[in-house]
């Protein structure tokens, strides 16, 4: 499947100074198959060091000079490797810190060799006060599962030719509206997207979806020593039914202490399957300076491993409008999944929310060109837009977004865009502010 990241690896290629690269992001997101392909495609050769399969790897690592590290590599691979020309891969990487610390001279003393890194649990590494991180001497990518667009790319290509244009016949947008349906409950993870090409069966997707659910609590005693396996099991089953709620730690035990739920929260984002979306003041610019930290929303790592964790019946897809679809929470998810799909790939920034008196909210709060732009998520043909209006008077805005099934348009200050064209929100307001 093509992965619109594949074009930012080809540019750290043809840097004519490039550091070793992390590619991050949650497990079974296609991080191997994406290195591994790009490896294929674009150098004469690609040596995978899998240290979780080949333990034996890590011997290698035991000196910090390039020159000995490749000479047992190509020992232990019976694969030779030329600066320039081969890319050297380092993946679970957390199997092997040693590695991580080589970066720092593979940049330092041999920075023509390509090497990029990946790994499951790799964020527990990354923050481990044990070892030392080569700071400022790699840079990082963020993958995450299949955008809309991209799941479009895969099952549907003859119809993402459409989904730039902003003029859609009705035909066309219906037939993406019915689209983004099916993307709601197959979601992007590359196994369940791949089930269903094979089978056209929603129901082989949701059955990927349960052995990856199960994999990822498989994982869970690899964080034993963080904190206890049973707050993790505690959040992870309570939080698809929490989804797009400012939380509250009596949501999901009342008898359970915060600072027991709070380090189980922060473990589960750090290893990507969740994403803390916080409250901001939006007191000024950066909006993320303004962050009210214990005023969060979660939102699950892919909208299709949602809907299996929140065990909503398929038909709800098919017949229901998406706002309708779970009380609204799996079009939020979807929402935030595409901003966090469209938003700057050498960053993992939260998203943002706003909330006001009474029951005044903003769904998500980005900012394009130096101005806050609020986003409603809005049902039927009007839908209630009190919020937002209330909130674009308060801080003077000349633009305010709704998302709702409706096809695209603009009226004064207000853009309307339907679900399919999310990921374009940013492009689209830019030649609003402009015009």
């Known amino acids: 499947m093509k992965r619109l990241l594949e074009q930012e690896l080809i540019e750290w290629k043809n840097k004519k100074e490039h550091l070793p690269l992390l590619l991050r992001g949650a497990r079974q997101v296609g991080k191997s198959y994406l290195v591994e392909s790009f490896g294929k495609t674009h150098f004469d050769d690609v040596v995978i060091l899998d240290f979780e399969r080949r333990p034996e790897l890590k011997k290698c690592f035991l000196t910090r000079e390039p020159t000995e590290i490749l000479e047992q590599v190509e020992v232990l691979s019976q694969k030779k490797v030329t600066p320039g020309k081969t890319l050297l891969f380092f993946d679970e990487i957390q199997e092997c810190p040693d590695a991580l610390v080589s970066l720092r001279y593979f940049k330092e003393l041999m920075p023509e060799q390509h090497v990029i890194a990946a790994g499951s649990l790799m964020e527990f590494l990354l923050n481990d006060e044990k070892y030392s991180f080569p700071v400022g001497r790699v840079e990082f990518l963020y993958l995450r599962p299949l955008s809309f667009k991209e799941f479009l790319m895969a099952v549907a290509p003859l119809l993402e030719k459409h989904i730039e244009s902003q003029t859609q016949s009705q035909v066309i947008h219906e037939e993406l509206l019915k689209w983004v349906r099916k993307y709601l409950f197959i979601g992007g993870m590359p196994a369940a997207v791949n089930a269903y090409l094979e089978t056209s069966s929603l129901l082989e997707s949701q059955k990927v979806h349960s052995r990856i659910l199960q994999a990822y609590q498989s994982d869970f005693g690899k964080y034993a020593k963080h904190t206890q396996h049973k707050y993790l099991e505690m959040v992870f089953n309570k939080a698809p039914a929490l989804i797009s709620q400012t939380l509250k730690y009596t949501s999901i035990d009342p008898d359970a202490r915060s600072r027991d739920l ?174």
């Open 262 to 435: 709070k380090p189980a929260i922060e473990l589960l984002t750090k290893a990507g399957l969740f994403q803390q979306m916080f409250a901001t003041t939006a007191a000024g610019l950066p909006l993320h300076a303004h962050i009210r930290d214990h005023r969060f929303k979660l939102l699950f790592l892919d909208v299709g491993l949602l809907q299996t964790a929140s065990q909503v019946h398929s038909q709800d897809f098919l017949d229901k409008e998406i706002l309708q679809i779970n009380a609204g929470a799996i079009a939020e998810q979807f929402v935030g999944q595409e901003l966090l799909a469209s938003d700057d790939v050498y960053q993992n920034r939260p998203l943002l929310f706003w909330e006001g008196e009474g029951q005044s909210e903003i769904d998500f709060l980005i900012t394009i060109q130096s101005q806050m732009t609020p986003i409603e998520v809005k049902a039927g043909s009007t839908g209630s837009l009190r919020s937002l209006k209330n909130f674009m008077h308060l801080k003077n805005l000349s633009l305010g977004v709704r998302i709702s099934e409706h096809p695209f348009s603009h009226y004064d200050s207000l853009m309307s865009i339907p679900f399919y064209l999310v990921h374009t929100l940013r492009k689209l307001a830019l030649l609003f502010l402009k015009a």
